[in-house]
C-alpha cells in the first residue's frame, strides 16, 4: 500500500514537471519568434534610430547598446530594455514599437537577414504564469 502512494505521488510528480518543461519550452519559442520579429533597424519620422540583433538593442547614432527583455501577452509583446541609465518599455503589436515616452518607432523594409543576426542568447527571460507565452 505505501509503494502504491509513493507511485502515484512520482507520477504526480512527474506530470507536473513535465508542463513546466512544455511551458517553458512555449516561452522559448514565443520569446524567439518576437525577437526574430525585432531583428533589423528601426525608425521613427525622423529616420533610423536603432538596430536590434538578437537579444541586443543598439542606438545608431551613438552605440549604446542594451540587452532586451522580452515578455509575450497574446498577440503583444513588451520590450523592455535600460539605455542611458533609464528603464524604457514598448509595446510591440502590428510591426511597431509603441514606447512609454510616447514615440512610436516603426520597422525599417530592408530585411535583416543578411547582417548574420545572431537570434537570442541563452538568457532567460520570464513569460506569463497562466499558461500561455
Not at 505521488?9 to 513535465?18: A, E
Not at 531583428?39 to 551613438?62: K, N, P, Q, S, T
Not at 523592455?80 to 510616447?102: E, H, M
Request: contains cysteine; glycine residues 10%; charged residues 25%.
Amino acid at each position: 500500500r505505501l509503494g502504491a502512494k509513493v507511485s502515484d505521488r512520482v507520477v504526480r510528480w512527474t506530470k507536473v514537471c513535465s508542463s513546466l518543461l512544455d511551458l517553458d519550452a512555449a516561452c522559448r519559442r514565443s520569446e524567439a519568434r518576437t525577437f526574430a520579429q525585432l531583428a533589423g533597424e528601426w525608425h521613427d519620422a525622423y529616420g533610423a534610430l536603432a538596430r536590434f540583433r538578437g537579444d541586443v538593442l543598439e542606438m545608431i547614432e551613438d552605440g549604446e547598446a542594451s540587452a532586451v527583455q522580452v515578455q509575450q501577452n497574446g498577440q503583444e509583446a513588451r520590450v523592455s530594455v535600460l539605455l542611458y541609465s533609464d528603464f524604457w518599455q514598448a509595446n510591440f503589436q502590428d510591426g511597431q514599437l509603441w514606447w512609454s515616452s510616447g514615440e512610436v518607432w516603426t520597422h525599417s523594409s530592408r530585411s535583416d537577414a543578411r547582417s548574420g543576426n545572431p537570434g537570442p542568447s541563452k538568457r532567460r527571460w520570464y513569460c506569463r504564469g497562466d499558461g500561455r507565452a
